[in-house]
């Protein structure tokens, strides 16, 4: 009797997976592809922008406790970068290798694509007491003049801003809404239909649209180059809107006398 429960066992354990038809597993591959893409995208983007990790590093001054500081977030922000895309190539990898042939399967890639976004958010969030630091140097880490809180401050939350939209509106249009789009199928194939609904009624920004036609003319070079006008024009904006906030509360304050123009421009100059 034993012999038998334990024959039935081993057979239900070794029995095959329900297989995925291919139609599901074309409709899953559509929004892998998409992020394989914005991954080769976004790996080129970090190549051609590297040197930009030097931007703000306070070259003319003699201090050589800020060098020296400098020089450690440097260090500090080149190893976040070499960690974080170690794992994101190796994510790479494994979704060019993943098969969508079972259940398993799709619970498996959606474990490992939820857990992905996790750990990019994670990534970008680490830069934020790099940015506290960086704002520091703005300053030479030095409070003691006039208004250099203020330029610490204002200094720091625009680089908090930044973050901030990076987060919400970078991993979503590159990645989020592709996850999203893979969770909803694995679900629906396990009976859930109301997310499918609002995935298909979604509408294509224009960002999604002119990327669609870039890719389908150029391919990853149009898809690059979609990404970079985009979010080159939007980074542009905010800098120029902010520029501007920042030009009327100054000029506001010097009207009003709560702002010494001359003393600010010391402050942004370091006191040099």
């Not at 051609?48 to 306070?58: A, D, E, K, Q, Y």
């Not at 208004?147 to 590159?174: E, R, T």
């Not at 906030?245 to 402050?267: P, R, S, T």
Request: aromatic share 16%.
């Amino acid at each position: 009797m034993k012999l038998e429960n334990f024959k039935e066992l081993w057979e239900k354990d070794h029995q095959e997976l329900p297989e995925i038809s291919l139609e599901k597993q074309n409709e899953i591959h559509s929004p892998l592809e998409m992020i394989r893409i914005n991954m080769k995208t976004e790996f080129w983007l970090m190549i051609l922008t590297l040197p930009m990790l030097l931007i703000g590093f306070p070259f003319a001054t003699e201090d050589f406790n800020v060098k020296t500081i400098s020089i450690l977030v440097a260090v500090l922000t080149l190893g976040i970068i070499i960690y974080f895309y170690s794992r994101f190539i190796k994510l790479y990898k494994m979704l060019k290798k993943t098969s969508i042939n079972t259940n398993y399967d799709l619970f498996n890639l959606k474990t490992q694509l939820l857990v992905s976004k996790e750990i990019y958010i994670s990534y970008y969030i680490s830069y934020i007491p790099l940015a506290f630091v960086s704002s520091l140097e703005q300053i030479d880490f030095q409070f003691n003049m006039d208004y250099h809180f203020a330029v610490f401050v204002v200094s720091f939350l625009i680089a908090i801003f930044v973050l901030f939209i990076l987060i919400k509106y970078w991993i979503y249009y590159m990645y989020g809404k592709y996850i999203e789009d893979v969770i909803c199928l694995v679900d629906e194939l396990n009976g859930v239909e109301v997310e499918m609904k609002q995935r298909k009624n979604r509408d294509k920004t224009w960002f999604e649209r002119f990327r669609k036609y870039f890719i389908k003319k150029f391919g990853i070079k149009g898809n690059i180059l979609n990404t970079v006008l985009w979010f080159a024009s939007a980074y542009v904006f905010i800098i120029v809107f902010l520029t501007i906030v920042l030009l009327v509360v100054i000029l506001i304050g010097a009207k009003l006398d709560f702002i010494d123009l001359h003393i600010l421009q010391k402050a942004l100059n370091k006191g040099n």
